[in-house]
């Protein structure tokens, strides 16, 4: 794994940039799931009147 | 200890885009499978329903592996994407064409519009998978030596073991969208209908 890796730069920065991204993504994706779950962004088929 | 933490984190995503991603795939085989137009309209009902909110999402984890691949091992990604060229650009043309046909199929202006794009849908959404699991079998059975195009075009991702994964994938997507879907009616019924638990059990299909 070592020789198919990058450099350490490379590497350093990208688990920085994903940690940084996760912190942004998990609480945004656990909030739509949330929100899916309880059906408050259920589909409608019908227009609303 | 670098390579390594690289590594976890695109397995962690890989799980995401398996476990989200699969159920997403796998409600396309039911909608494929769930009969003629008017017998399978409550399952292709609850499908949208239960897919609109969350699809692109879900869909977010495979460009998220794609990056740490690419940015972390360089090198295997090259190897990797260079002999398994065909089987992932058939996966990426059913991802594009599943995602149009999703977003469009509410939008047909005639009935013979609206199959083809039904059709489009649950047929890409088997098809994705199983060029995927055969892309994962055929690393698997060690048939992408390191280097540009080194391995076999075709005969890397059509042996046994990639083809038995393709088919593997598409299985697990289906048992994941089952469980996810069969959650999702009971939250819609219970959501929709108060009395719904007065209603005969003969009833299979509730009208969520």
């Known amino acids: ?49 | 200890m670098l390579a390594d933490l690289a590594a976890v984190l695109a397995l962690v995503g890989l799980t995401a885009y398996v476990v989200l991603g699969g159920a997403d795939f796998g409600a396309g085989f039911w909608d494929l499978t769930a009969g003629g137009a008017e017998r399978g309209a409550p399952v292709r009902a609850m499908v949208k329903r239960a897919m609109s909110p969350v699809w692109e999402a879900n869909h977010v984890w495979l460009i998220f592996v794609l990056v740490v691949l690419w940015t972390a091992f360089p090198k295997a990604f090259g190897s990797i994407t260079s002999t398994l060229a065909i089987p992932l650009f058939l996966a990426a043309l059913g991802i594009v064409l599943r995602g149009g046909a999703f977003a469009l199929k509410g939008q047909a202006a005639t009935i013979a519009e609206a199959r083809a794009l039904g059709a489009t849908f649950a047929l890409s959404s088997v098809l994705v998978p199983f060029f995927l699991g055969t892309s994962a079998g055929a690393i698997a059975a060690g048939e992408v030596p390191v280097g540009n195009a080194a391995g076999e075009l075709w005969g890397s991702w059509t042996g046994t073991l990639p083809v038995f994964v393709g088919l593997l994938a598409v299985a697990t997507g289906v048992h994941l969208a089952a469980v996810f879907l069969g959650a999702d009616s009971r939250t819609c019924c219970r959501r929709r209908s108060p009395w719904s638990r007065r209603r005969p059990r003969t009833q299979r299909w509730p009208p969520c």
């Open chain 1, 1 to 49: 794994m070592e020789q198919a890796a990058a450099p350490d730069a490379t590497l350093a920065a990208l688990l920085i940039a994903a940690t940084v991204g996760m912190a942004l993504l998990l609480p945004a994706l656990a909030w739509l799931f949330r929100l899916a779950m309880s059906g408050r962004l259920a589909y409608e088929e019908e227009p609303r009147p």
